[in-house]
């Protein structure tokens, strides 16, 4: 499976990314994790990717047909973030509009199509914006890619305490409301 997330720069696309490959390593997955930036800068666009499979992977390149789309940043739902997204693919997107509407902005006729209000949540629960783990437990609802159970060990392990707790806690407020089309 290959997943492309977009973000932008200082919203934890790259940690996102690799806390996804980490769980499914724990659940000894192969994977890869790698990030693409544009200008370096706080607010830039940025794209991460993961690749997890149940057999060695010898592919080392860029995903450019991915099996999923997974939109952090609401504002870039304008931007081409569907482009070589397989047959039948699935998105997931940080977002109030409903997975009808995101289906025809995004013109993804052939894509199943999921929606999370994850600002809402993250603020509801972390206080700040920060919507990253929020699309992990959507993603990890949508596509069980790995056990929410091993995500949660490596959300914890990355931030420890009450931080770990409250991320999780986003995590699976995420995972419960996320709904599709």
Do not use: C
Not at 11 to 19: F, K, P, T
Not at 103 to 132: C, E, F, Q, T
Not at 153 to 180: C, H, I, Q, S, W
């Amino acid at each position: 499976m290959e997943i492309r997330w977009h973000g932008r720069g200082g919203q934890g696309i790259v940690s996102v990314s690799r806390l996804l490959a980490d769980a499914a390593l724990m659940d000894r997955k192969h994977v890869q994790s790698f990030p693409e930036f544009g200008p370096e800068r706080s607010g830039a666009p940025v794209r991460g990717f993961t690749r997890i499979s149940d057999e060695p992977i010898s592919i080392h390149s860029q995903i450019y047909d991915p099996n999923i789309v997974v939109v952090v940043d609401p504002t870039l739902l304008g931007a081409n973030v569907t482009a070589g997204l397989t047959r039948d693919g699935i998105i997931v997107a940080n977002s109030e509009r409903t997975p009808a509407d995101l289906r025809n902005i995004l013109s993804a006729h052939n894509a199943r199509v999921y929606s999370v209000n994850a600002r809402r949540i993250a603020l509801d629960i972390l206080g700040r914006p920060i919507y990253n783990t929020a699309m992990l437990g959507a993603l990890i609802k949508v596509a069980p890619l790995t056990s929410f159970e091993s995500v949660a060990k490596v959300v914890r392990a990355r931030f420890p305490g009450t931080l770990g707790d409250k991320n999780v806690e986003t995590m699976k407020k995420a995972y419960e409301e996320v709904v599709g089309s």
